[in-house]
């Protein structure tokens, strides 16, 4: 019997209850996956909880993703890289091993023509915690030649571009101010990593204004972590241009599925896992 569960605040707009137990459903294995809300000041006790109850792995999101990788005993090259984990393993010795699937979920939701078209270009991110930091990665192993990352706080965001400094040095990244985000032409791609869009966190609100989305060259792509709800306000706006879009959802099932292979050695249906997740969100 497999258990594992997801930690964060908030998690009510989660859907990796719903697609972990597709992903259960679809290899006919017998597990359970509980959403287990913690904010940062509980982490501590929720990990003795999770050792104490039987759990063999765990995901991780905001606001843990950087914070958990103080207590664990490793971490893959790809969370080293990104400084964040978002999925840990409990070993038998109940000691955490740390990966970063975020990375690899972002890079395969992409078709494969426009990833290939990312070599050289410039890249917009908006926000600087765990999943931007990922989204840095995966940009880079993509061989973009620049990353922007708008955040609110340059001074907290300075420590995370310059360890993806250290370890791209051939990937030229900046911290700019995010309200002074006025142009994207020159960008190829823009990735919102902040929740604004969430639902139940300024859902109906976008990041970045209609007159800046317009900016954006015809080739260009809007990718939107957030996943729920499926469209989110800046996913609508980019439609309204004729942008390329890249909606959350992929990048959620494709790094949850990629946590199921770590924590049971199988590869899940992606497909079903899909299904579920729309299911769930159209009801």
């Known amino acids: 019997m497999y258990k594992f569960g997801l930690i964060g605040y ?37 990990l003795k909880y999770l050792r104490a109850n039987g759990f063999q792995g765990f995901n991780v999101t905001i606001p843990l993703k950087v914070p958990i990788t103080l207590f664990l005993s490793g971490v893959d090259n790809v969370a080293n890289v990104a400084g964040s984990a978002n999925t840990i393993k409990i070993l038998d010795d109940s000691s955490m091993y740390g990966y970063n699937t975020d990375v690899y979920g972002f890079v395969e939701a992409m078709p494969e023509d426009f990833r290939q078209s990312l070599n050289g270009k410039s890249a917009a991110v908006l926000g600087n915690g765990g999943a931007a930091r990922a989204i840095g ?56 990593t902040t929740p604004i869009g969430m639902r139940g966190k300024a859902m109906g609100l976008s990041p970045v204004d209609e007159d800046v989305i ?21 996913i609508k706006l980019a439609k309204k241009h004729n942008k390329i879009t890249i909606q959350g959802l992929d990048m959620l099932i494709y790094q949850g ?27």
């Open 10 to 46: 908030p998690l009510s707009h989660s859907m990796s209850k719903v697609i972990q137990e597709a992903a259960f459903k679809s290899l006919g294995l017998n597990g359970t996956y509980d959403i287990l809300e913690t904010e940062q000041e509980d982490l501590v006790s929720r």
């Open 137 to 192: 990665v995966g940009l880079a192993i993509l061989k973009v030649k620049k990353i922007d990352f708008y955040v609110r706080n340059i001074v907290n965001a300075a420590e995370m571009v310059e360890a993806l400094r250290r370890n791209f040095p051939n990937v030229e990244m900046n911290c700019k101010q995010i309200e002074r985000l006025e142009n994207l032409s020159d960008y190829k791609i823009l990735v919102n």
């Open 214 to 234: 317009k900016t954006l060259g015809d080739d260009a792509a809007v990718y939107d972590i957030v996943y729920n709800p499926l469209k989110t306000e800046l």
């Open 257 to 283: 599925a990629k946590a199921f292979e770590i924590w049971t050695g199988k590869k899940p249906d992606v497909l079903q896992m899909k299904i579920a997740a729309l299911e769930e969100m159209t009801e």
